[in-house]
């Protein structure tokens, strides 16, 4: 059984840099089988795609976000991070982690989302 | 890159059936497939519709999936509504460099 858990801080100032980790259990991160995404939904708006780390490292992101994002894999193959920098209002939303099994090409998986707020 | 765009709303009664549309703006429909998700409030979205027409297990036969060529849509259709399927509904699909794509997501009302 699948299961993601995200973590970090639920407050970050404006200008810093916005971190949130994955756990992840029931599948293997260094499994070629899924893609491992970040998405988030500002309050009352709908889903955005942030990018996603897959096959050992290579990752594609949300053009959008392309210049401000990065997509890691922890080295214990457990976790997955996000990292946003230079951080304004506009990016406080809830920010989930989900994987896409490569067999249905769906997001499968979600984790039950953190809500980040970007306050000084 | 291409937009699906999704009604805001849709209403309908209980035991009746309602379809959802997404169209996309550009390239067609039928090069990638099309994902249908359910986020109720409270709740992480869930997965009803995949590849188009397919549905997970524990998903209910009320629930289908087509696309049509000659509109360049995707349609989720819910029959025998119930009170439970009130939600946000996304469509989502691939750009040709794999990027992920969402509809803007439809709130479906039941009442």
């Known amino acids: 059984q699948v299961q993601l858990q995200e973590s970090g801080p639920g407050l970050v100032k404006p200008s810093q840099t916005l971190s949130l980790t994955c756990s992840v259990s029931?599948?293997?991160?260094?499994?070629?089988?899924?893609?491992w995404n970040w998405i988030r939904q500002h309050p009352g708006k709908g889903l955005e795609w942030i990018g996603y780390?897959?096959?050992?490292?290579?990752?594609s992101y949300n053009l959008s976000l392309k210049s401000r994002v990065a997509i890691s894999l922890d080295t214990s193959e457990t976790q997955f991070s996000l990292h946003l920098s230079s951080v304004t209002a506009a990016d406080t939303a809830m920010y989930y982690c989900?994987?896409?099994?490569?067999?249905?090409?769906?997001?499968?998986?979600w984790g039950q989302g953190a809500l980040v707020t970007v306050s000084s | 890159n291409f937009m699906l765009t999704q009604p805001h709303s849709v209403s309908e009664s209980p035991g009746k059936t309602v379809t959802i549309s997404c169209t996309r703006s550009?390239?067609?429909?039928?090069?990638?497939?099309v994902q249908w998700y359910q986020h109720r409030p409270g709740s992480s979205p869930t997965t009803v519709i995949y590849?188009?027409?397919?549905?997970p297990s524990g998903v209910p036969s009320r629930f289908s999936g087509s696309i049509d060529s000659s509109s360049n849509s995707a349609s989720l259709i819910i029959s025998g509504l119930k009170t439970e399927d009130e939600a946000d509904y996304y469509c989502?699909?691939?750009?040709?460099?794999?990027?992920?794509?969402f509809g803007g997501g439809t709130k479906l009302t039941v009442l």
């Open positions: 989900a994987i896409i099994p490569t067999v249905t090409k769906s997001f499968d998986y």
């Open positions: 029931g599948a293997s991160i260094s499994s070629g089988d899924y893609y």
């Open positions: 780390i897959y096959r050992g490292g290579s990752t």
């Open positions: 550009s390239g067609r429909i039928a090069s990638t497939y």
């Open positions: 590849g188009d027409d397919q549905r």
């Open positions: 989502q699909s691939y750009d040709s460099n794999n990027h992920v794509v």
